[in-house]
């Protein structure tokens, strides 16, 4: 296998950004079951119950170790009626697929193997969309999100999958603000409560679309040249979204660290320091390698030096 790019090696010591975010139980649970403790991993899950938010989220960040794969199916061995230990195989089978070191027909398998456990269930259902995200056609991803928002209406990772790939239609017509990427994440964030994160979907519309059109050489790669974060409808969804955060922020929240970095990303780029300095704060160590990536960048050096911009601690 090829080399990366000299922009996208990870520099000596620098550690990449950890899925689990702040979630120290998840991080402890991970812990154990990469030396074969799965016990740790079953009551977290258990004290998880019906947060189903925060059950895709620990999930498929136990599933994405390659030893995980593994230890899930010990597990299942072991207690062959746990629909804990069938959802989390399904998600390292997944996790395995997307990596092409596993059978996709496999995963889906497994997915529908514990859907039919616990029904009510929308993970198995988010392992598939995140599968079909890649690999999927359109009217595969459209029926699995239909699946996870009927179990879930307000699901935070099914909901900027869907935003990721509708951002990729149609990238030879530029910046149209009619695009429906737009269209789509301005409806899910008003059928969601006021203090659902949700609120915060036209900024991950805004910059998924500049990723895919950046990719596609439609506007220029540097954020700050490509004038995609300057336009009306780009302001008023950037201060929609900060505001929501200003009067709701939800901390409680498995994903919130998500929603602070594409927020802090696109503050950044509308040249809004003040405001982005506010949420580099909030955002800690706990930064994502989303949206700072877009389009081919070391997002360790694009977050480092965004920060230090805003900070003036570079």
């Given at each position: 296998m090829a080399p990366p790019p000299p922009l996208l090696r990870r520099r000596r010591g620098e550690q990449p950004p950890d899925p689990a975010l702040d979630d120290t139980e998840l991080i402890e649970a991970r812990e154990q079951l990469g030396q074969g403790r799965w016990?740790?991993?079953r009551s977290l899950l258990a004290r998880t119950g019906d947060d189903w938010?925060?059950?895709?989220?620990?999930?498929?960040?136990?599933?994405?170790?390659?030893?995980t794969l593994a230890w899930a199916k010990d597990w299942l061995i072991a207690e062959p009626e746990s629909a804990d230990a069938a959802a989390l195989l399904a998600c390292a089978e997944t996790q395995a697929a997307l990596l092409g070191k596993g059978c996709p027909d496999r995963a889906r398998q497994s997915c529908r193997k514990a859907a039919g456990l616990v029904p009510e269930d929308p993970t198995p259902w988010l392992a598939q969309l995140l599968l079909a995200r890649h690999l999927g056609t359109e009217d595969e991803v459209t029926q699995l999100y239909d699946q996870v928002r009927l179990r879930h209406p307000d699901h935070h990772h099914a909901h900027h999958l869907i935003i990721a790939r509708l951002a990729e239609r149609r990238p030879d017509i530029g910046q149209d603000p009619l695009h429906e990427v737009y269209d789509f994440a301005a409806w899910a964030a008003e059928q969601a409560p006021a203090d659902s994160p949700l609120a915060v979907l036209p900024v991950i519309a805004h910059a998924e679309r500049y990723r895919a059109l950046a990719v596609a050489g439609q506007i220029p790669a540097e954020p700050e040249l490509s004038g995609h974060w300057s336009g009306r409808?780009?302001?008023q969804?950037?201060?929609?979204?900060?505001?929501?955060?200003?009067?709701?922020?939800r901390?409680?929240?498995p994903r919130s660290r998500v929603d602070l970095n594409y927020l802090a990303h696109a503050k950044f780029c509308e040249g809004r320091h003040a405001e982005a300095a506010a949420l580099f704060h909030r955002i800690g160590p706990h930064r994502t390698a989303a949206p700072w990536s877009y389009p081919d960048r070391d997002p360790y050096q694009a977050f480092r030096a965004a920060r230090g911009v805003v900070l003036g601690d570079a």
């Open positions: 016990t740790r991993v938010d925060r059950r895709g989220h620990r999930l498929l960040v136990l599933a994405a170790p390659k030893g409808r780009a302001r969804a950037m201060k929609a979204a900060f505001d929501w955060w200003l009067e709701w922020e901390e409680d929240h």
